[in-house]
């Protein structure tokens, strides 16, 4: 198993500009997500799926569009970049129920100028 | 309201001390709690849970509800344990994305 893979790793963006970072598990699970992580503020949560066609906002969903068209495929949209969303985004993924252990991808810093 | 606090920003401890990462949560209920670490340059990865009361790479962690506090300890810091570690909590009963996470404590092991 890959795991939960996300790219680009590396992108660097001019305001205004759009861009989708892909995710893609091969576990089979339902659950998946995307956080963005700053420093100081640990991770948020940006949106998040229960299963193909289900998505839903998290803490930090604006600027931001999701899709889940398959199980596996978990894409992140910023429509029009802005300075304030340079970070680092992690996608993740897991099991629906309760406590079951949440597997990360490696990240995509962005930068946006 | 659910919060998870981890009160220190940077803990820097020498190598071979003790090393106690400090998690406090607010739960009304008995939630279930992780320590998620991150090293540098790789994905954050589960380092333990409370529920299972393990031992993984030396670490530790007590549930104490009566301080509602769930801290991370190592009796004594190895150079590779430096990186970024995240508590979480999960209220029981809930799917994981109400997972509620801490904002994280950067150890540095200083040899």
């Known amino acids: 198993n890959a795991g939960v893979t996300q790219t680009p790793k590396f992108q660097v963006l001019k305001t205004g500009q759009s861009m989708t970072l892909q995710c893609a598990q091969d576990m089979n699970h339902e659950y998946m997500s995307w956080y963005r992580q700053d420093p100081g503020m640990g991770l948020r949560l940006i949106h998040y799926s229960v299963g193909a066609g289900i998505t839903d906002q998290g803490e930090v969903p604006n600027g931001y569009n999701v899709s889940r068209s398959t199980t596996e495929d978990f894409p992140l949209r910023l429509l029009s970049a802005a300075p304030s969303q340079t970070s680092v985004y992690f996608c993740a993924s897991s099991y629906r129920s309760n406590g079951n252990t949440i597997y990360f991808g490696e990240g995509s810093w962005l930068t946006v100028v | 309201a659910q919060r998870v606090t981890q009160p220190e920003k940077l803990l820097s401890v020498f190598k071979g001390a003790p090393v106690e990462l400090k998690c406090n949560y607010s739960y009304s209920g008995s939630p279930e709690l992780f320590w998620y670490v991150q090293y540098s340059r790789q994905r954050l990865q589960l380092l333990l849970r409370?529920?299972?009361?393990?031992s993984i790479k030396g670490f530790t962690a007590d549930l104490n509800k009566g301080e509602t506090s769930f801290h991370l300890k190592k009796p004594f810091a190895q150079e590779e344990d430096s990186a970024m570690y995240y508590c979480?909590?999960?209220?029981?009963?809930?799917?994981?994305?109400?997972?509620?996470w801490g904002a994280g404590t950067k150890l540095i092991i200083k040899p």
């Open positions: 979480a909590l999960i209220p029981r009963g809930v799917s994981n994305y109400q997972l509620i």
């Open positions: 409370h529920i299972s009361r393990e």
